[in-house]
């Protein structure tokens, strides 16, 4: 018995050996916590939160009072319980009513953002909302809408009140299920009600004077900028300083996505790094030119304490959105590490600021941003304290470490957040890594100092020319963004994975990362096993979207979709969920679909099915259940006939959007709306069977009324 004792005893040898360096742990189980509270199909109730916070309390005690091998198992489940009780609390802070109901009529509101939509329409967000003959109690706290007039109306500013004659609707469900769900992002973001507008915007009332001020500072700076840059490239400079991405067209994101070079527009880690470094630079080496003040003062406590105010007000400038939030509190633990007389980027101040935005904000986890950012950073800590003392420390000429801290740093950067955004965005950019290395050095050298620059020389009427230099770089990166997304596979495209691989992916790295020695061989299967079930994830045969106005079957050439033109975002994502680069209008003339554009038949499992649309579907529903055992109609049916599977809007208000996935007896019905969260909206029972089932019967009598035709 010797030898099973040793091996058991292994793993608490190694936790104590560990002590003092398992802080970067917490984070992970509060983010474990968090995503069981995310994953649960029904709401927790009063009794969960009180066993959670039960179970604090007694860890915390075990954590004191109890004996030391157990410390590091009674923390591990405080964190666990922790991340189930900031979900909780988040959810009271937060929720907000929602639109339950179609909405056509005036909008009257205060413009708090601008940006654009995929369809490049500009797009407002407002608040402190008025629509008609609603109960202010039960309208939405913001709403947002694409502006698609085509006559000439009045441009809207932050902080201005407007009117405009809207369609409003709640944001809606995932277009599959077990894919994004904005309807639960919107809830966070105590977004009621998405909608357009087909007429000219009217301003009902000016600013009042000192309402939204960063943003209308924000707005101001933007549109100088691009006043002064009058290009792409102005309105990518313009984005990446404040914010305000409203200039730049859905072409030029595009680019940027398919070059790997998205996150340079995003206002996260890099962008605020940069200019902190220079602002950083800037004061203590400007205060060290100054033998009075270098004797007499810290220069470098100095430029941390004015670093902090500017990464602060950036902060604000910039929207104060999450990817921002966690770049500020990751610069201030930085910062604040500085005050203190201690290393500044360690994975322990990486981890208090994934312990701060966890509790802070724990929906953030979910998104694309929040993984990748820290997956990049952790991932560059620890590979250049691998590699420092090993090769810059072993003799490397000091003009050769900044080309291989580049290199080195896109790598590991490229390769830590490759899963991440395969998984999210179902793309890998195969050419990545040269993009970054052409850009990367001109936006840290030449467009965030030129943005710096500028700030300060504005009020003096001298920002010309540091605005010219920053257009320049922009249109630098856009130069290499286009180029290189032009060529051939610069895009491979990748089908979404199953919902155990990422936090699979995540737990691999984890013990790369954070273990030693033996324990690291152990990545190499939550590693394997992410990547078999990622090579086996099963896509489902038919989806419906949640309208009934597109169905997708899939086929020998990819998934043939019913319409080329409707429910364009439910089709663009379905596809790209697939793995396929192919738009929706030739998606629907690939095989799969017999029939006019009206009476699109299709077959799958020994299930035959209708999808119906245009004028007169009413009319023709009763035929079409005659006809087949499944029948998809963008209507709600007044008299539902029998003998057939009906998706009518009365049922598809029930279910969402549906997928249909391949089983033994047929076909496997699963609902978006199958869970009942508390951004979910009212559920009812499913009107569909679990498992679709040809009916041999009803396939003989079509038969045989087809032989009498």
């Not at 002590?19 to 970067?24: D, E, K, Q, V």
């Not at 101040?349 to 966890?358: D, H, M, Q, T, Y």
């Amino acid at each position: 018995m010797e030898v099973p004792i040793h091996w058991l005893m292994r793993p608490i040898a190694a936790l104590r050996q560990a002590r003092g360096h398992l802080f970067p742990w917490v984070p992970l189980f509060i983010g474990t916590g968090v995503s069981i509270w995310f994953s649960l199909h029904w709401e927790p109730g009063l009794v969960a939160y009180v066993g959670a916070g039960g179970i604090c309390v007694l860890c915390l005690l075990v954590r004191l009072r109890g004996p030391e091998v157990l410390h590091p198992f009674a923390v591990a489940i405080a964190c666990l319980a922790a991340g189930i009780l900031a979900c909780g609390l988040r959810v009271q802070m937060v929720q907000a009513p929602m639109l339950d109901f179609r909405y056509y009529g005036p909008v009257t509101g205060r413009v708090i953002e601008l940006d654009r939509s995929q369809t490049d329409a500009l797009r407002v967000t407002l608040d402190q909302v008025i629509l008609d003959r609603v109960d202010p109690d039960r309208g939405p706290v913001t709403v947002r809408l694409s502006l698609r007039s085509k006559e000439p109306g009045h441009i809207p500013f932050p902080g201005e009140v407007i009117m405009v004659t809207g369609h409003l609707s709640a944001p809606q469900g995932p277009v599959e299920p077990g894919s994004f769900n904005f309807r639960r992002m919107a809830f966070f973001d105590q977004l009621g009600a998405v909608g357009y507008s087909t007429t000219p915007v009217m301003l009902w009332q000016r600013s009042e004077p000192g309402a939204r001020l960063i943003d209308r500072l924000r707005s101001h700076l933007s549109t100088g900028m691009q006043r002064a840059m009058p290009s792409q490239a102005g309105a990518f400079a313009a984005g990446a300083m404040t914010g305000d991405r409203s200039g730049i067209t859905q072409d030029t994101v595009q680019a940027l996505r398919d070059s790997s070079l998205a996150h340079l527009l995003a206002i996260s880690g890099m962008n605020l790094a940069f200019l902190i470094a220079f602002v950083f630079a800037l004061i203590r080496y400007g205060l060290a030119l100054i033998p009075p003040v270098a004797l007499r003062v810290n220069t470098k406590k100095v430029a941390a304490v004015v670093s902090l105010g500017v990464a602060a007000f950036y902060l604000a400038l910039s929207g104060a959105n999450v990817a921002t939030e966690r770049a500020f509190i990751m610069v201030s633990v930085m910062l604040g590490a500085v005050l203190l007389d201690r290393k500044a980027l360690t994975l322990r101040s990486v981890a208090i600021a994934g312990v701060i935005l966890l509790l802070w904000k724990p929906e953030s986890l979910l998104e694309p941003g929040f993984q990748m950012s820290f997956a990049a950073t952790v991932a560059l800590i620890a590979g250049f304290r691998a590699v420092d003392r090993r090769v810059v420390a072993g003799g490397m000429p000091k003009w050769a470490v900044p080309v291989f801290a580049l290199v080195l740093s896109s790598l590991i950067g490229g390769l830590s957040t490759a899963p991440y955004a395969a998984a999210h965005f179902n793309r890998f950019t195969d050419y990545g890594l040269v993009a970054n290395l052409l850009t990367v050095p001109v936006m840290g050298a030449v467009v965030m100092p030129a943005g710096a620059i500028a700030a300060l020389l504005a009020p003096f009427g001298m920002a010309a020319l540091p605005l010219w230099f920053m257009e320049k770089g922009a249109a630098w990166i856009l130069l290499i963004a286009h180029w290189v997304a032009g060529w051939d596979g610069s895009v491979t495209p990748i089908p979404a994975p199953g919902p155990w691989v990422l936090p699979l992916v995540t737990f691999a790295g984890a013990l790369v990362i954070l273990t030693a020695g033996w324990v690291r061989v152990a990545a190499i299967a939550p590693a394997a096993l992410a990547v078999v079930l990622w090579a086996t994830a099963e896509r489902p045969v038919v989806l419906i979207s949640e309208d009934g106005a597109l169905v997708g079957v899939i086929g020998a050439k990819g998934r043939a979709v019913s319409a080329p033109k409707g429910a364009g975002f439910a089709a663009r994502s379905w596809l790209e969920n697939d793995g396929d680069l192919a738009v929706q209008a030739e998606a629907a003339t690939r095989e799969g679909f017999d029939g006019d554009p009206g009476w699109r038949s299709f077959s799958v499992a020994g299930l035959r099915g209708i999808a119906l649309k245009g004028k007169g579907v009413q009319d023709r529903i009763a035929e079409a259940c005659a006809q087949a055992d499944i029948v998809v109609a963008p209507v709600l049916a007044e008299s539902p006939p029998k003998g057939c599977i009906l998706f009518d809007q009365g049922a598809l208000r029930q279910t969402g959007a549906v997928a249909l996935l391949s089983h033994p007896m047929g076909l496997r019905v699963w609902a978006a709306k199958a869970e009942n969260r508390v951004w979910s909206p009212p559920r009812r029972e499913s009107p569909l069977p679990d498992i679709l089932r040809p009916d041999p019967s009803r396939r003989a009598a079509r038969q045989v009324a087809k032989a009498n035709q």
